[in-house]
């Protein structure tokens, strides 16, 4: 039996050599650079998903120490496993759905050991220790991202969104580095576990100015309204593979990495109810948003602002309201949306991959040609919307039910907001999905359409049976997400 | 077989044919009708046995549902009445619908309803309890409902059942408020329960019960003032229309009055508005029928008419009275619509003004036509004449003058009408092209029996009055002799001579009246011709309830509804349209945006 730091270990050599495999493989087989390198970035995927699997039963106990190959401080704990590994599975699908879809591109070789790097990120800040490692694997995270959005460096938009997105980054980035600067000040050590006593005691008026600029810096990382401007550029301009890792994971690690934080040093608070705030803004500007949207990708863009608002609210319900449902609930939903936002990605990226074109209209009646394209759509946009027996009902019901549970004005109103705003969804879900059903066709589905591959076909499946298995029966995962918050010891 | 197993089977077995038809119909369709023949025989042989073995004493009951719905048989000479005329006038429709239905479409659901609706009378007629009655009430109404309508491609029998069923269902709606009432105040349905605990009962709430039977009775029999769909049920096949619904479930009615009749006694008023009621039926009906020219309708009119004496009867208290006159009633409408039938079926018309002289066509129907028309008038000796001068001696005795007055009128028009259609049926100028059928012999057969009936009916009434006390039922002891006796020394006797006197005068007169009639048009002649306005009442009352209800759902769901809609449609586009304004999708609006976002969280947290 492997000791928990060998799986560990195994788990993130997967993702290291698959990346320089990936990418040496890549480099020297020019002529097949795509189908090297994406096969050796999913097997490394799924090499580090079998390590990430068997490291599940030592977690029941509580976190762990871990010293990662001897010197990157780590706590293991379920509330990172469960991030870093629905960010694996992610890759896993993404990297075979891309092996098809990359097809039309060049620079594979360098496509799939960034999507690699960029999982390798979100584990490492999953697991990170300390407030130093954290913004480590949080700037990598942010590196591995800025290439993946302007892959298509020939062409202006991709370069443009990869620009905005780099800026508003490094501007949070700066904040975070500020305060993480201003922490250390304060109280000579990083390491979370200890912060967490450290505060209780200590000068907690002074926590305002780090946590202000932890809340705007990771907040512009996971597109809280009115920080979320980069993010309708930047999703949809990225290959749709890349869109899915983006609002499936990376957006939801910035807000992993706030809800870290305050869980750790964000005891005495000084604003109550900010998050809860935060979320009922987030949700519903990115609802409005979302409405009038002419392009599928980017009205999924702004439909992930709004979801990051429904994660954003179950924390802050059980933060400042005190009902237990609330965080579980939101840490189900990064699960949920992670599936369900990366098949919608994945969905419009097909119908783009066939078509040609990513303007919603030109769409019209392409259900008839790419009937599982479509239909896997419709699971994604209903589960998004919180239509049952899918996923993003159950995860969804958790965050109002904790609203209800806090017995609250507040958490009533939230809560009713929350509702509303699933209804406002659909008034956009919805038509996309009438659109794809017309009986009309527009003249590209006409031309163009037909089902898409085989392989991207598989990865659709694979994240559609997720959905329908995680609305059906929710229960070990969403059992998990509770365990996660009841192990929570001074953030781990 | 006892009397219980053969009131069990007498509605079991047409339900049986009513299940097994549509399934017959799938492989034989051809045997349809032999089938459901064979079922009515079956029927109304088993009904012999329910004559002899009534025992006296308490009516019986039976278990049907142990333990979930207790429900009985209920055999008293009262119940044998609706429940012998549903077996054997249904079994009569069954034949004579072999030839008369002969090539027509959908025979497997005609014979079906046909015999569902036996069984539904029976049931009624047989239950023991509020609740089993209204359950056959009701299949009765659907049956009624889809028979009217069978022909349903033609819009107008498709409108009469429609019409019948919602104007039947004003009543069933007081039937099922009465039987809630009662049910609510004893917590059992079953009569005899019901009637002791009844007298506990406030006057307000019991006479609203009573109210509720009343309306019931009113809407199945065709009285005033829910009347108004028998004559369109005329639509349905004659079949239907002359022997299912002016024949037969008409009676459902006069039977339920007799059978609540103690709970009405106890409501002083109640009786009063029973005899209003039957009154002016009466009057109504003989108004209607003397003005008809359709030789059917003219027979349904007649129908209502004297079903108003029978209501008439039980408003005065005098249940026997009424269902003696049913039982005449029975056997001289019978005649009446067989020799109609007769002569429809010889000239192809309904309309008597393009019959005439049929007599030398059709002797034998003629004489039993007239016969049929005499009993009808009240003829001395003749059935309906006892049963009917019965009535009219009970009402004198009891003092309603007003209803006797109306009564009375409408003897000196059913004399008129019954005249006028004898003479201008067989008689009369011949007014047709084509050359009447021969009657067949065996169709004149059950004519001459039934105007032999006509004259030897009266005879049981010993039987009958004794059977009735032998149950418990309230019936005077009567033989025939003091029948006469009783019948001849009344004032009731002048009275209804005077009436036919009256009449025969009208009818001499008839062709000045028609003169005058068709020269002056008095507005009422012409609102008769129009059913009294009731119809144009009743569709005005009905259409400002559509309209009303189109008001409310158009205000509901064009303003308010659709309003609410098109407010949050437009108002999430407009937001929507003004939120996207904040993306500029340049970078310095953007890190302005986190910049005053940092400014306001820090501000916040400060202040």
Redesign the interface.
């Known amino acids: 039996m492997m000791t928990q730091s060998a799986l560990l270990e195994s788990a993130v050599a997967f993702l290291i050599f698959g990346t320089l495999a990936s990418y040496l493989g890549g480099a020297f087989f020019k002529q097949r650079e795509r189908l090297i390198s994406g096969w050796i970035a999913t097997l490394a995927t799924t090499g580090s998903l079998v390590y990430f699997a068997l490291l599940f039963p030592s977690l029941q106990a509580g976190s762990a120490q871990v010293a990662l190959f001897g010197f990157i401080p780590w706590r293991v704990d379920l509330l990172g496993w469960i991030v870093a590994t629905v960010g694996v599975v992610l890759a896993l699908v993404v990297n075979l759905y891309s092996i098809r879809y990359m097809e039309e591109d060049t620079g594979n070789s360098k496509f799939f050991p960034l999507i690699l790097l960029m999982v390798l990120a979100v584990v490492g800040l999953a697991f990170a220790a300390d407030l130093f490692h954290l913004y480590l694997f949080f700037e990598l995270l942010a590196i591995s991202s800025f290439p993946l959005v302007a892959f298509r460096k020939d062409e202006p938009k991709p370069v443009e969104a990869g ?2 997105f780099l ?2 980054s490094a ?2 980035s700066a ?1 975070v580095l500020l305060g993480i600067a201003l922490v250390y000040q304060g109280f000579g050590t990083l390491d979370l576990v200890q912060l967490s006593t450290l505060v209780v005691g200590g000068p907690s008026l002074f926590l ?2 780090p ?3 932890f ?2 810096g990771f ?2 990382k996971a597109a809280l309204f ?2 979320h ?2 993010l ?2 930047a999703h949809p301009e990225a290959p749709s593979g890349i869109s899915a890792m983006l609002s499936g994971i990376v957006i939801e690690a910035g807000l992993f990495a706030l809800l870290r934080v305050y869980f750790t040093i964000g005891g005495p608070l ?2 109550p109810d ?1 998050l809860i705030w935060f979320a009922l803004l987030t949700m519903t ?1 990115g609802n ?5 949207q002419k392009q599928m990708k980017r009205m999924l863009a702004y439909s992930s602002i709004a979801q990051m608002g429904y994660i954003l609210l179950g924390i802050g319900i059980t933060a400042s309201l005190g009902a237990p449902a609330g965080a579980p609930g939101g840490l189900f939903h990064i699960v949920t949306h992670a599936f369900m936002k990366g098949l919608a990605f994945l969905c419009a990226g097909a119908l783009i991959f066939r078509l040609g074109s990513g303007q919603t209209a030109d769409m019209r009646g392409a259900a008839w040609k790419m009937p599982l394209t479509a239909a896997a759509f419709t699971v994604a946009v209903l589960s998004l919307a919180g239509v049952p027996p899918f996923a993003g009902f159950m995860s969804k019901l958790l965050i109002y039910q904790a609203g209800i549970q806090s017995a609250t004005t507040l958490g009533w109103v939230a809560s009713l907001i929350a509702i509303a705003n699933s209804v ?1 969804s659909l ?1 956009y879900y919805l038509p996309a999905v009438g659109v794809l059903y017309s009986k009309e066709r527009s003249p590209l589905v006409a031309a163009k359409a037909k089902e898409v591959p085989f392989l991207m076909a598989a990865a659709l499946v694979i994240l559609v049976v997720l959905i329908v298995y995680l609305g059906i029966s929710p229960d070990p995962v969403r059992q998990w997400a509770f365990q996660a918050f009841a192990l929570l010891k001074g953030g781990f | 077989m006892t009397a219980q197993l053969a009131g069990l089977l007498l509605f079991l077995i047409p339900f049986a044919g009513a299940l097994l038809i549509p399934l017959v119909n799938f492989f034989a369709p051809r045997a349809v009708p032999w089938l459901a023949v064979l079922f009515g025989l079956a029927s109304s042989v088993i009904a012999f046995f329910l004559l002899g073995g009534t025992p006296a004493g308490a009516p019986i009951t039976l278990d049907i549902l142990p333990g979930f719905f207790r429900s009985g048989l209920l055999l008293d000479p009262l119940s044998l009445v609706p429940a012998l005329i549903a077996t054997w006038i249904g079994f009569l429709v069954l034949i004579y619908s072999l030839g008369y239905m002969k090539g027509e479409e959908n025979l497997a659901r005609y014979y079906a309803l046909v015999l569902l609706f036996i069984g539904g009378m029976v049931g009624m007629a047989l239950a023991d309890n509020f609740l089993a009655l209204f359950f056959f009430w009701e299949v009765m109404g659907v049956c009624s409902y889809q028979l009217i309508a069978f022909f349903y491609k033609d819009p107008k029998a498709a409108a009469a059942g429609a019409k019948a069923f919602l104007t039947t269902k004003i009543g069933d709606i007081g039937l099922l408020a009465a039987i809630i009432i009662l049910a609510v105040n004893s917590g059992s349905f079953s009569f005899s329960v019901n009637f002791g605990a009844a007298a506990g009962l406030a006057l307000p709430v019991l006479g609203l019960a009573a109210f509720g039977f009343i309306l019931g009775a009113a809407g199945k029999s065709a009285q005033f003032p829910l009347h108004v769909w028998l004559p369109d049920a005329m639509e349905a096949p004659t079949t239907i229309s002359a022997l299912i619904h002016a024949a037969t479930m008409v009676n459902a009615g006069v039977y339920l009055l007799a059978r609540v009749s103690p709970l009405l006694a106890l409501v002083p008023w109640s009786l009063t508005l029973v005899q209003w009621i039957g009154a002016i039926t009466a009057l109504l009906g003989a108004l209607l029928a003397a003005f008809s020219n359709d030789l059917k309708r003219i027979l349904a009119y007649s129908t209502v008419s004297q079903l108003g004496y029978m209501v008439l009867a039980v408003g005065m208290g005098a249940a026997f009275a009424s269902q003696f006159h049913l039982f005449s009633h029975a056997i001289f409408k019978g005649l009446l619509f067989l020799c109609a039938g007769a002569v429809i079926h010889a000239i192809g018309t309904r309309d008597i003004r393009q019959m005439g002289g049929l007599y030398k066509h059709m002797p034998a129907v003629a004489i039993t036509f007239l016969i049929g028309a005499m009993a009808l008038l009240g003829l001395p000796f003749l059935n309906g004449f006892f049963s009917k001068d019965f009535i009219l001696e009970e009402i004198i005795l009891g003092g309603a003058w007003g209803p006797l007055a109306l009564a009375l009128i409408a003897g000196a028009l059913t004399a008129f009408y019954a005249l006028r259609t004898t003479f201008v049926v067989f008689w009369g100028k011949p007014n047709y092209q084509t050359h009447p059928h021969k009657t067949p012999a065996n169709m004149v057969v059950p004519l001459l029996a039934l105007a032999l009936a006509c004259f030897l009916s009266w005879l049981l009434v010993g039987p009958l009055s004794e059977a009735w006390i032998a149950s418990g039922l309230p019936a005077p002891a009567l033989s025939a002799l003091e029948l006469i006796r009783v019948t001849f020394s009344s004032l009731a006797f002048l009275f209804s001579l005077a009436a036919i006197v009256v009449g025969f005068f009208l009818f001499l007169q008839r062709a000045r009246l028609a003169r005058y009639f068709h020269e002056q048009e008095p507005g009422w002649i012409r609102a008769t011709s129009r059913g009294l306005g009731f119809d144009d009442l009743y569709t005005w009352l009905a259409d400002r309830i559509r309209d009303f209800g189109v008001w409310v759902r158009m205000f509901w769901e064009e303003r308010v509804m659709e309003g609410i809609n098109r407010f949050a449609a437009w108002g999430s586009l407009g937001l929507s349209r003004l939120s996207c304004r904040l993306q500029t999708g340049d970078v310095h609006w953007n890190l302005l945006y986190v910049t005053l976002t940092l400014i306001v969280v820090l501000g916040v947290a400060l202040w």
């Not at chain 1, 409005?288 to 009038?292: D, G």
Request: aromatic share 10%; net charge neutral.
């Open positions: 620009l905005k800026v508003a501007t949070g904040m305002w100015l946590l202000g600029l809340t705007v907040g512009i009115p920080l401007t980069w309708p550029d000084p604003w900010l500007a409005l948003m979302a409405l009038t406002l008034g």
